[in-house]
């Protein structure tokens, strides 16, 4: 293991080069000139943004639960919400895999959380919220601009588990269960910037 995967590396620069030294990737054999080519740089990127995005959420999740501050239900719905995150990023990875690109890990990038982000429940509740709302229209971003077929049905499931996942939040925060008929879908350049709030 060379010493690039060692180094944690901000959100930004695994956006722009992927994960590691893309000389060491070519030494060792893992990047295909016939996988690059299979998916256009506009679809990796958004692989890649997701990817960053549901490590963002399972650090999330690890600080809540860590926290002790959410009631039983609560507690329950973020424990729940990590299983699916983390079979997120499986399906993500597996998809950055087959497109001859390794997905980035939970070392590869540090974060960050606004100071009293999980001193009460109702705080916890609202980063998590919050979170989930980005990553509902990060997902429907991506599906509105990639352009390879057979990423968008596993994207298309996961943004509705991501909708799944704020209305379970919603009540917790005082919000709606049911909210707009059109969520919104946000640009690559607005996703990447939410999450640069969150890097260390």
Same mark, same amino acid.
């Given at each position: 293991m060379s010493d690039a995967w060692a180094l944690p590396m901000n959100r930004a620069g695994l956006l722009r080069t992927g994960v590691g030294s893309g000389a060491a990737l070519l030494g060792l054999g893992v990047w295909t000139a016939p996988a690059a080519a299979a998916v256009p740089d506009v679809d990796l990127a958004y692989l890649r943004l997701l990817v960053a995005t549901e490590l963002l959420k399972a650090d999330f999740a690890t600080q809540a639960i860590a926290s002790r501050k959410l009631e039983k239900q609560a507690a329950g719905i973020v424990r729940r919400m990590h299983a699916a995150d983390n079979r997120h990023y499986a399906g993500l990875a597996a998809l950055m895999n087959d497109a001859g690109q390794p997905p980035a890990s939970a070392g590869d990038i540090d974060f960050s959380y606004p100071r009293g982000s999980f001193t009460t429940a109702r705080s916890t509740a609202a980063l998590g919220w919050k979170l989930t709302s980005l990553a509902l229209g990060a997902y429907l971003g991506a599906l509105e601009n990639i352009q390879t077929p057979s990423?968008?049905?596993p994207l298309g499931q996961i943004a509705a588990n991501e909708a799944q996942q704020q209305s379970a939040l919603a009540p917790l925060v005082g919000r709606p269960a /049911?909210?707009?008929?059109? &969520? @919104?879908?946000?640009? /690559?350049?607005?996703?990447? &910037? @939410?999450?640069?709030?969150?890097e260390s």
């Open positions: 990423i968008r049905l /049911i909210g707009s008929a059109f &969520a @919104a879908a946000l640009p /690559i350049d607005v996703v990447s &910037a @939410a999450l640069d709030e969150y």
